[in-house]
Each structure stands twice: as C-alpha cells, then as structure tokens.
C-alpha cells in the first residue's frame, strides 16, 4: 500500500483522483482527518516530535508534503522530520519518491528552492528516490498555478517580463500519471526523475496560454522589466521577497531546462499527453510568432518584403533549433532604424545576443535566394572606381555613425527586448 | 560467408585506388562502405545566373536540417551545403566525442573526398623513404594522375614544390585578380627572386578537357556545391570504372564494418551491420581505407588497446582575406572557386607554409558579414563591396605531432583532444605578417583581423595514428601497411602517413594505397 504525504495539496489531491480512478489503496497522512470517514488517515505534522511509524502493510511512501506551509516553520525543521522519514523508511524497507522541483537547482534560490535542494540531497543519500517536476499546470485552480491564474483573470493588465524567462511545464494529470508509472516499475538505479515536456515555453505566452483557456480574451501587457524585479529582491530582504513571490520569479529565470538526454531517457515511463496538447494548442500561435519575427528580421537583412518562403524556412529552422523561443519587442519598435540601433550595440542582454544569433542565423536564410542575391551580390554591371570608393566610404562612415548610436541608444533599447 | 581474395573496407581516395590494382589482376574483391551514394545532385547552370533566377536555390545550398548554431560555428560554409548529412551520420556511427577538435569523417560513396579541396602535390623523394622504395611511389603517383586528371603548369616557381607531372592538363582560367597578382609577382621575380615567398599555379584534380563521362571546368562557379560536369575529381566517379575491370568485383554500399577479427588460420573477418542485420565476411587479406578516424577505431578494438592515445596529426591552418584596392568596383563574374593560385612562404626556422588563394564568387557573403562589427545590414553592404575585389586564402603549416590525441575508450566509443601549442600559434602569427608584407608587395591588402586561426580537425587534414615504421612497433604498420599483431591486415588511408606535410597530403595517400595492393599482389604471386 502507499502512504501519501501533502495528499491535500495541489498536486496531492490530482494524485488520489488517480489513485480512485484505479482502485489503488492508500493512507494519507496530515495533520487534519479528512472529511472522507471511509479514507485510511494518521496523523502526520512536520512539528510533531513523535516517532515517525507507519503500518506493516505500507511498502512505498510518497513525499509532497511542503514544510513551509506549516506555521511554525525552520528549514532544520523539515530536514529533520524528513531524515526521521527516510531512516524509518529504510529500516523497513519502504520506498521512498520525494516529490522535488526543477527550481531546485535554480541558480538564483528562493527559501523554498533552497529547503527542496537540501532534501533532495539528503533523500539521495539514503537510497530515496526524487521526482523533479517542471512547472506545474492545469486542472484545479490551486498552488502557484491558481495563484498565478487569479492574477492574469481578475487585473486589467497581464504581466510581461523583460526578459521572459524559459519554462518546461508539466500538466498536474501528466505529472500524477507519471508518479503512479513510477511507483509501479521497479526501483531504479537512476534515483532522480525530472518529469516536464522538453519544450522550453516563454513564460508571458504561458501566462497569455493559461489565461486565454481561462476565458479571457483581452490581453494588454504590463511590461515589468526583469532588471527591476531583481532591484526589489535584493532591496527587500530575502524574507520579504519571498513573500512577495519575487523570489520565485528570479528563481524561474534561473532554473535549468530538462536536458534533452535526460527526457529521452525518462520519456517511456511519463505520461505527458495532456501537457503536449496544450502545447500543440498554442504552438500555432508560437508559429506565427516565429513568422512575424522571421518578417521583421529577414526585412530588415534584405531592406524589402520577404518572400513567404523565406519566413517559412526561417521559421521552421528556428523551431527545430534548441533556443525556439522568439523575440519579442514592443510593436512600437518594430522598425529597421530601432532594430539597427539595437544590432549595432554591444549585446549585454541575453535576448539581444539571441536576437544577434538569430540575425547571423537569418542572413545565411536570406542570402539563398533571388531577394538575397540583389542583396549580398548587388550589380553584375562593373562600378566606376570612383563611385565604388565613395559608397565604400560613405558605407563604412554610416556603420561607424550607427556604432556609436548604437553603444548609447542601442543599449538602452536592449531593455524592451525579451524572449517570448 | 563467402570468401574474397581482398576485402576493401570505405570507397575513399585510397579504398579506390587500392581497388583498382587488384581488380585488374582479376582478384575477387569484396568493397564495402557505411554510407549511401551520395544522391545530392549539383546545381545545373552557372553561379551568378542560378543567383539571380533559381527560385529554389536553397534546396542545392543549404542543408535542410540548419538550426541557429550552424550559422554561429566558424566552419567552413560546405558543412551547411546539403552535402553536410555525409558528416553528421558518421558523427552518429562512430560515436565521437572530442575536445578542442572538430572530428569529421565522410560517410558516404567517396568518403571526405566529397569535400575534398582537389589541391594535388607529390613529396620530394627524400621524404619518400618511409614508403618503401620511391621509385614505387613515383610509379604510383604516374598512374594515379592519369586517372584522376590533373591541370596546372610545369614551369612556374611551384612546379618543382609540386613535383614534376608528366601529363598536365592546361591550368584552369584565372580570375582577374588572381591574374593580376600572378602577373605582377612573375614580373617582380625576374628582378629580385625570392625563396622565402614563391607564389604559383594551383596544381588540381580538376579537369579543363572532356574525357569519358566528365566534362573539362568551364567555370560555373558552383565549386562549392558540387561541379554539374565531373570536372573536379571524386572516387565515387570511379565505381562504375571498378565494375567493368577483369577482377570480380562485390560492391555494399550501406554496410557499416562493426568489428574486425583475426579468423582461422590468420583469416580476417569482418563483422558489419546493414539493412539486412549483421553478416560477416572473410577473405585472404583485408585492406582498411575507412579513413583515419574509422580505421583506427577499428584496429584499436582488434588490438584491445583501451585507452591507450595514439598521436593524430593535423595541419595548423587559417584563413584570410586579401583585398585588391584596384579592383574596388568590379562586380562577381562567374569563374573557378577552387585554388587559382598557390603559395609557399617559409618561416624564420625555414620551415614551409603552403596555401591557396580562391575567388570568392561562389562564396556565402554573410560568412564575411556575420564577422563584421557592425549592424547586420550595413555589414552586408559593406562584405558585398569589398568582396568583389578581393580573394579568400588559406594556409597550412606542417602537422606539429603531440597537439593531437585519439583514444578508444571502455564504451567503444573515440575521444581526439587537441591543442595548439604557444609555440605553433607563434608561427601562425609570424606566418601572418610574412604573408601581409609579401602580399602588400602585390598589390592586395591582407584585411586586418580577418586572418582566423582555424580549429584543428575543422579543415579535414588530419592522418598519421598507425604511421609506417621501418623497424616493428606496437601500434604502427610495416611499409605495406600491415598492421603489427593483427596478421593480413593492412591499413592504406591517411592513417598510415608518418608525417602529415603542409602541402596537399590527398593525392600521396591515393598513391600509397596503389603501392601498397601493388606490393600486396607482388608477395602473393611470390
């Protein structure tokens, strides 16, 4: 049988639908009995000094309980209650999954990333297992995806982080549905599991996908640059930042993606359909994202209306590339004097130097083509030598003159850049 | 499991012409290669015209499968060309991993040959007495160049650099400002010779007659992405040459060699996978030519030799561009884009340099754009001006052993790690400023910071971990290639090359290979 901890948390609670659907037994453990007289309960709280026990007939536990949300909570606390676990949980032989996060091994941690790293390395040291989910989503409207969607439901404007930063979501059903996988194959050597799709999705067109499934059809952008969010962290404190939820704002700019070795090796055992329809439902809006992007740079190459063949190419490459994302900035700027300002500048962001990569990327597109070869070859008529020198000299002057526009007005038009 | 007389493993420049000696003795020859033929077909019409006309230009210069890094990645522009997919399968067979080198290999009909420069040059007979007897390399030079064709001149400052060829095809046209640059150094010479900087004709595997199937260059200009007339030489045009000689021969093609073994009463066997599953194949002798990186890996897995570092060696090179001023204004004509002139410069130790200038018709615009600090469309403006008056060199510097490693390791995969010593890139930049003064003195300007060092492996020459070794030592190969402890086996590609010169190594490995079946047939009928 399996005993569940935090069953009455977001994800708890999507994992017993599961476990019903399928007539799996379980014991819940919490710190309040549940409603339910007829479920198998004991009591379990992160504060409680007792020795941790559980019955003769329990062979996996799962662990999701979060000792933050406890009142009286100290990270020592938790690592404490969950080394009591584990040494119980070895001593009879009991399979232990902790339920971890991808933000754990966010370069720039928050209170909770940090206490979920600790753990994890300490579950991994006595022979526990970890499951480390991207971000979850989807079905109930709780956790910091209910927060996040009440947000982008009840302001008149949405968030848009310049930068954005790069998420691997997971559905809450395909992350349940991969817990019960995992709990049915046998233990592995390979302890840790990150459970997400490999599909790093920009975190404004998460918020507009999850926020337009939600019934809302206006979307009018807050730009809320990345640079001042980092400001306030630091300003306010660790403590009041995490309140303010800062903290995991920073945190998921710095998260890693799942490797592409990492998915190919776990991709048998998820259950990922749910969050892969969610995707194909709004890639096609990643599509003409990556159009409009491919239009604005390729016309900007080529100092004319790129062919439709031209963008689908450009398009197409990019989705296939690692870094699909696009870029976006504000419409207002979409004109070839601001994106020259901004190519000619010192690239200090990290959307400008894609936007850099992508330039380099859509000049070798350009060039393989009839609107290409007016541009990179130009005459086939031999110049007079006179005139040669002066576009020569008036070209190379212009470039200098944009440079230095470009070190100072460029950069600050970086800041409106973002990744989307 | 049949058996053959030869068993031939890869259809590059030396698996063929180690093929062609033993099939016109009438031996039963099995040749085997992992790749496909290669099915890419070149552009049909002349650079400039296809340009400006070919809507679907892009099927014939860009490989279907780009993504963002390869535009970031200062390799050569062939690894975008459609052609590119040869590398990247046999990236995925071999399961290479390296470091500080870029590890290629061709695996296709043709092997690297597909990407070959055709530059062709003999070694000087002092440099031969590794190869058993000259006489018998020269020998094997003579045939090689009357099959693969090859144009240039006798009697300019490189001849003798090259060697002399007794049936040179006429050079191929030179662009204008080739020809200016080789005008004004032949006039300047007669004055002042200099033998710390020679410049010449490029000597070529290219055609300028017709012969057979292949048509002589007429400068299309489509170099790059392969020649519509056969003009540039490529052993996958000799298969169908192979199949009408006297011998018999077997042809598999798709067939990837996955072992070797030492059979019964010193019998090799080889042990492939193709579509059809795994099949083993045996013959009296077997000849590995599946390039440096594909025959070591396998006779280092026969040898059971894991993780023991073999030196590879590989040319120190870089690239440059050369502006003419004088020829500012002149637009791109369609012409040969494969080395029009060559040059040599020695360094302070009299040690030589060797490299080829090309035209830059048929090459990408934004490879020299995406290096410009400026804006993207102004950089464009710019690189197409100074373009069309300039030409693209490269350069070569002897293969400096011990930068280069290779090694098998315990999961059967190859690791090459590589450097390049203080000491090396020293004579890269001392061989930089020797080629701005001499090429000044010219006329053309070598455009400051475009002279880029490139990173070994990047330019395809690298060879030399089983060299020939008169005396018998564990891992190198007797004169005839013959692997010491593995009995009837004998290595013919670039592996087997002792030293790796400045000077195009390609043509030597062809003859080698052809001298080594020669001195095979000549044991046996003793």
Not at chain 1, 178 to 187: D, G, Q, R, T
Request: hydrophobic letters at 40%.
């Amino acid at each position: 049988m399996l005993a569940i901890t935090g069953a009455s948390g977001y994800i708890g609670s999507h994992l017993l639908d599961i476990l019903d659907a399928q007539n799996l037994e379980y014991l819940l453990l919490s710190r309040e009995r549940p409603l339910d007289s007829g479920l198998r309960w004991r009591y379990f709280d992160f504060e409680s000094e007792d020795n941790f026990t559980l019955s003769n007939d329990v062979t996996a536990l799962v662990h999701m309980a979060c000792g933050a949300n406890s009142r009286n909570y100290t990270p020592n606390l938790e690592l404490s209650r969950t080394r009591q676990m584990l040494n119980y949980a070895k001593s009879k032989k009991i399979r232990f999954i902790y339920l971890s996060s991808q933000s754990a091994h966010a370069s720039k941690k928050s209170i909770y990333a940090e206490s979920k790293k600790e753990i994890e390395s300490l579950v991994l040291q006595k022979e526990g297992e970890v499951i480390r989910p991207g971000f979850v989503f989807g079905g109930r409207k709780a956790g910091l995806y209910g927060s996040l969607l009440r947000i982008t439901l009840t302001q008149p404007l949405i968030p848009k982080f310049v930068p954005s930063p790069s998420i691997d979501i997971i559905d809450v059903h395909d992350l349940c549905g991969s817990i019960v996988n995992i709990l049915e194959l046998p233990a592995r050597k390979e302890r840790e599991v990150a459970v997400g799709l490999n599909f790093p999705l920009g975190f404004n067109s998460f918020l507009r996908a999850i926020s337009s499934d939600a019934g809302r059809k206006v979307f009018l952008p807050l730009p809320i640059p990345i640079f001042a969010v980092r400001f306030f962290n630091i300003a306010l404190g660790t403590k009041l930042s995490d309140k303010a939820g800062l903290s995991r704002i920073m945190a998921l700019h710095s998260t890693p993606s799942i490797s592409k070795a990492d998915f190919a090796k776990n991709k048998s055992f998820l259950t990922l359909s749910r969050t892969e329809c969610f995707i194909q439902r709004h890639d096609a809006s990643q599509r003409r994202k990556l159009l409009f992007e491919a239009k604005w740079l390729c016309g900007y190459i080529l100092d004319e209306l790129p062919p439709i063949h031209i963008l689908k190419t450009y398009a197409r490459s990019v989705e296939a590339s690692e870094r699909s994302v696009s870029i976006y900035m504000p419409s207002f700027m979409r004109t070839n004097l601001a994106l020259m300002l901004v190519d000619a500048s010192p690239k200090l962001m990290p959307a400008s130097k894609m936007l850099s990569a992508k330039l380099q990327f859509a000049s070798i597109i350009c060039e393989a083509s009839t609107s290409g070869a007016r541009k990179f070859i130009g005459s086939t008529k031999r110049q007079c030598p006179i005139k040669a020198i002066t576009i020569l000299f008036v070209g190379t002057s212009k470039a200098v003159l944009t440079s230095i526009l470009g070190a100072t007005v460029g950069i600050f038009l970086q800041l409106f850049l973002s990744n989307d | 499991m049949t058996d053959f007389d030869f068993i031939i493993v890869g259809t590059g420049p030396a698996g063929i012409s180690a093929a062609f000696p033993l099939l016109e003795s009438g031996k039963k020859v099995l040749l085997v290669d992992a790749g496909d033929e290669v099915s890419h077909s070149p552009p049909e019409g002349n650079y400039t015209a296809l340009r400006f006309g070919d809507n679907d230009q892009r099927k014939w210069q860009l490989k279907s499968n780009l993504s963002v890094s390869d535009a970031n990645r200062s390799v050569s522009p062939k690894f975008r060309t459609p052609m590119a997919s040869v590398f990247e399968k046999f990236q995925q067979k071999y399961a290479i991993s390296s470091e500080g080198f870029s590890a290629f290999g061709g695996l296709a009909v043709g092997g690297l040959a597909n990407f070959w420069g055709a530059g062709v040059a003999r070694l000087e007979n002092s440099q031969l007495q590794f190869f058993g007897n000259p006489s018998e390399m020269n020998f094997s030079y003579d045939i090689i160049a009357r099959r693969i064709g090859i144009s240039g001149v006798n009697d300019d400052d490189l001849a003798v650099y090259f060697g002399n060829e007794p049936q040179l095809e006429p050079a191929v046209p030179l662009g204008k400002i080739s020809k200016s640059l080789y005008e004004k150094y032949n006039k300047k010479r007669k004055h002042r010779p200099d033998a710390e900087f020679m410049l010449g004709r490029s000597r070529l595997a290219v055609i300028t007659k017709d012969r057979e199937h292949r048509k002589g260059c007429n400068n299309l200009g489509t170099c790059l992405w392969g020649c519509k007339n056969s003009a540039i030489y490529s052993p996958a045009q000799d298969i169908e040459k192979l199949k009408k000689k006297k011998g018999n021969l077997t042809f598999l093609t798709g067939a990837y060699v996955e072992s070797i073994e030492c059979g019964t009463s010193n019998k090799p066997t080889i042990n492939l996978k193709n579509a059809n599953g795994h099949i083993s194949f045996s013959g009296k002798k077997l000849i590995l030519a599946a390039g440096t990186l594909g025959s070591s890996k396998l006779v280092l897995q026969a040898l059971g030799k894991i993780q023991t570092p073999l030196q590879l060696l590989s040319n120190p090179t870089a690239a440059f561009l050369l502006w003419s001023p004088k020829h500012l204004g002149y637009s791109k004509v369609n012409e040969f884009a494969m080395g029009q002139l060559s040059f040599v410069a020695k360094l302070d130790n009299k040690e030589a340099a060797f490299g080829s200038l090309f035209s830059t018709t048929g090459l990408p615009v934004s490879d020299f754009s995406n290096r410009l600090p400026f804006s993207t469309s102004q950089s464009i403006n710019l690189a197409r001006t100074i373009l069309s008056s300039s030409v693209v060199g490269n350069v070569f510097l002897e293969a400096r052993p011990s930068e280069t490693k290779l090694s098998l390791e315990p999961d059967a995969s190859i690791k090459v790690t590589s450097f390049r010593s203080a000491n090396t890139l020293n004579d890269l930049r001392k061989l930089k400023k020797r080629l701005r003064v001499n090429f000044l003195k010219l006329g053309a300007l070598l455009i400051p910071n475009s002279f880029t060092i490139g990173e070994p492996g990047s330019d395809l020459h690298y060879s030399g971990t089983f060299p020939h070794s008169k005396k018998e030592r564990p891992l190198t190969t007797s004169e005839n290639g013959g692997v010491f402890g593995i009995p009837n086996v004998h290595i013919v590609d670039g592996s087997v090359l002792p030293f790796l010169p400045e000077k195009s190594h390609t043509f030597t490995i062809m003859a080698n290979a052809d001298r080594i079946s020669r001195q095979l047939l000549k044991k046996q009928d003793n």
